[in-house]
């Protein structure tokens, strides 16, 4: 529990010196965590709907990593998708900040609140980039294409599946 709490503090610093010690449990409990949050911020805490998510947000952070180690293997970066998979799974941690955000709307402007949720979202992403450029040991730019390549194949996948489909479903219409 000590190592979490440090990492909620200085996540960076973790992942200089301690990346080989995150263990499958502290990523489970990340994402338990993360499952309660955004069951929270929905207004949802059925254990069922808890349990669903996290296997859910465990299935995606599964694929993600997976994805970014073989387009990472693809430019000659050795295999780490174990790593990467448990560190990625710890930024979930950082969902935690947004049930305070939404806490404050009713006190603050609609502005400031969008920008607390901007900045809240744009930390959690730049620890993760910085997950991945620490694992690979690569530039910032490199980090930045391997973290939105989930992103980039999902948008690409949906695209070729409409073009297939509505070509297989043209002589039916």
Known sequence: MNFIFYYIKNPYSILTTDLKHITIWHSLFAILLGSLAIGSSIGNLNIIFILSLFIGLTLIMILNAITIDFVAQLLSYN???????????????????????????????????????????????????RTIQTTYQSRGLTANLLWMMPSVLSIASIIVITILLSQLLTPFI
Not at 93 to 105: N, Q, R, S, V
Not at 108 to 116: C, D, N
Request: aromatic share 14%; net charge positive.
């Open 79 to 129: 295999a780490k998708s174990m790593i990467l998979f448990k560190s990625l799974s710890l930024t979930l941690l950082f969902i935690t900040f947004l049930k305070p955000i939404e806490l404050l709307e009713a006190y603050i402007a609609p502005g400031l609140s969008t920008l607390l949720y901007l900045c809240c979202f744009g930390y959690i992403s730049h620890i993760q980039c």
